[in-house]
């Protein structure tokens, strides 16, 4: 029986010091063309690269640098007849979501580049962060960028000419911001009539849609189907599948399968799920209501996620208006979405409103809205917190005496920013939030070495919105969860705010877990901080017993 097991292509170095990703097979060349980051001369400044290796050879032997020289690379992708290659680069101090170029190079007989194009990211007269290049079967360059109307819609380069069309206008998001390796946000698919259809997926208002996009006509037809968010999709023989999600659905994967003209989804199957038993608990499901509200600028509005309190069981009182929790994303250049989150119905089928806040500066809603938060992190995202659960008061659908507000990492800063410098919450929870943007920045790996400098801004700011420097501020109770083994955010800051606040006598807690990092990973330890939280909130500011037989953790200048 022959041996399957894998074998590897490169060298082993001793320890990760060289990483891939992103790889595409080149046939002609009969080697795997990827995004390399090599940290040999410099852990903390690697050099980034697009690079081969030869495939088919029993000697492994050192990769070659195909492209090279700028900061960044990403979707190295190869024409079908294996004679050109596009790619996407862009340079310190940009994120790939500011601005980057989409480059086509020419493949010589010997396998290099001998001739490049710069396809879009160049003109200074426009500014465009071009993303997710593909080669139709035919090969023509497709992509998707954000020129003109500042939202990410799909362009066709038209080689002979080297200018760029698009395809169908929309205010709507084809894309998403370029924090991994690897989206595939549509696929190039042939009908009956040997036309030419796109099959892609985008956000509009809240929501994600499944489209077909007739190159031909620049028409786009909405597909049926369940899910309401959509991820990545993929091609399949005659079907596709996505990975999506909707209110009732948790993260799933789908067959869609598609009618002989390619113009109707006929069925969908789910096959597989990341909870393939919640739906029998559905009667208990809160449905998110797409809330807009007004901001602090006067005409300018910012939108989240409201779920009522929801359980078939028990029904409050005319006259009571329930607790709400707030959370604020992490990222913070991210984005919540109206899923079934069953941590967000935890909450809501145990009397608690909950509201996911898409502050100025997420994801989903065009560059406009994604750039409001430069210069101004810890007050567009606190200030829009604010204004959200405000409004929900002024609505009357929940108490304004008992507002609580959450967060992790980037979210737990602006939980923690909005606790120490505004009065609008009665208690919150920082989920390895981070206190210290100096710190975070001295800490961050090249990536996002440029990142937080362009959301904060001047020294003075990275001094006066950090909560650490401010924690005679606090005003309120607060419980903190930290991971003792956390690089991005040391075990320190969340300590400093805990003596602070119980030096002050503010009712504090803080649960420390080793062997955890930035983000906690252990389910046990997931259940513990989402149970505690819970209790901490009910018993604080809620004034209720919680159902859950939970034994609480002591709380310093309360019990």
Request: hydrophobic share 35%.
């Amino acid at each position: 029986m022959a041996d399957l097991s894998p074998v590897p292509l490169t060298p082993d170095y001793g320890e990760t010091i060289v990483s891939y990703a992103d790889g595409v097979l080149d046939a002609r060349f009969n080697r795997y063309v990827t995004v390399r980051e090599d940290q040999r001369e410099s852990k903390l400044n690697p050099t980034t690269t697009i690079v081969t290796i030869r495939l088919g050879s029993k000697d492994i032997q050192e990769p070659e640098e195909l492209i090279g020289g700028n900061d960044f690379y990403a979707f190295p992708r190869v024409d079908p007849r294996g004679e050109r290659i596009a790619w996407i680069e862009w340079s310190h101090p940009n994120m790939p979501w500011d601005k980057s170029e989409l480059w086509v190079g020419y493949i010589s007989e010997n396998g290099e580049v001998s001739r490049r194009v710069c396809v879009a990211g160049r003109d200074p007269s426009l500014v465009e962060a071009p993303t997710e290049p593909q080669w139709s079967p035919s090969g023509e360059l497709f992509f998707i960028t954000d020129r003109n109307n500042g939202f990410w819609n799909l362009h066709k380069w038209i080689e002979s000419e080297n200018e760029v069309l698009p395809l169908h206008s929309l205010d709507a998001e084809f894309a998403r911001p370029l924090w991994i390796f690897g989206m595939n946000s549509y696929e190039f698919v042939q009908s009956s009539e040997q036309k030419n259809l796109i099959i892609c997926s985008y956000r509009q208002n809240g929501r994600s849609f499944l489209g077909i996009l007739d190159d031909s006509q620049s028409s786009l037809t909405v597909l049926d189907i369940p899910f309401t968010d959509i991820d990545n999709i993929t091609y399949g023989n005659h079907c596709l599948y996505v990975e999506g999600a909707s209110a009732v659905h948790p993260s799933s994967v789908a067959k869609v399968t598609l009618d002989d003209h390619k113009s109707k989804a006929v069925d969908f199957k789910t096959i597989w799920s990341s909870s393939p038993d919640s739906l029998k608990y559905n009667s208990y499901f809160s449905m998110p209501e797409l809330i807009e509200f007004p901001t602090e600028v006067p005409g300018q509005n910012a939108y989240a996620y409201f779920y009522p309190p929801s359980n078939p069981m028990y029904q409050a009182s005319q006259e009571e208006k329930p607790p709400l929790l707030l959370k604020s994303h992490g990222g913070p250049t991210a984005e919540t979405h109206g899923i079934l989150n069953l941590s967000i119905q935890y909450w809501t089928s145990r009397g608690w409103a909950f509201v996911d806040v898409n502050y100025g500066g997420s994801t989903g809603y065009g560059r406009e809205y994604r750039e409001r938060l430069l210069g101004s992190w810890g007050v567009v995202d606190v200030n829009d917190c604010c204004s959200c659960a405000r409004n929900l008061v002024d609505c009357g659908k929940v108490d304004e005496k008992r507002l609580c507000i959450t967060g992790g990492s980037a979210g737990g800063y602006t939980t923690l920013a909005a606790l120490s410098f505004r009065e609008t919450f009665k208690a919150g929870a920082s989920l390895y939030g981070v206190a210290d943007l100096n710190m975070l920045r001295a800490e961050t790996h090249k990536f996002e070495s440029h990142y937080i400098d362009k959301l904060v801004g001047s020294e003075q700011n990275y001094f006066e919105r950090s909560p650490i420097n401010f924690v005679d501020k606090f005003s309120c109770p607060i419980i903190l969860f930290q991971g003792l083994d956390d690089k991005v955010v040391p075990p320190d800051q969340a300590q400093k705010i805990y003596l602070a606040l119980k030096k002050k006598g503010l009712p504090v807690a803080l649960v420390e877990y080793e062997g955890e990092q930035h983000g906690f990973r252990k389910a046990e330890n997931i259940k513990f901080t989402l149970e505690q939280q819970m209790v901490f909130f009910a018993r604080l500011v809620g004034h209720f017993t919680v159902a859950d037989d939970i034994t609480p953790i002591k709380v310093d200048n309360f019990d």
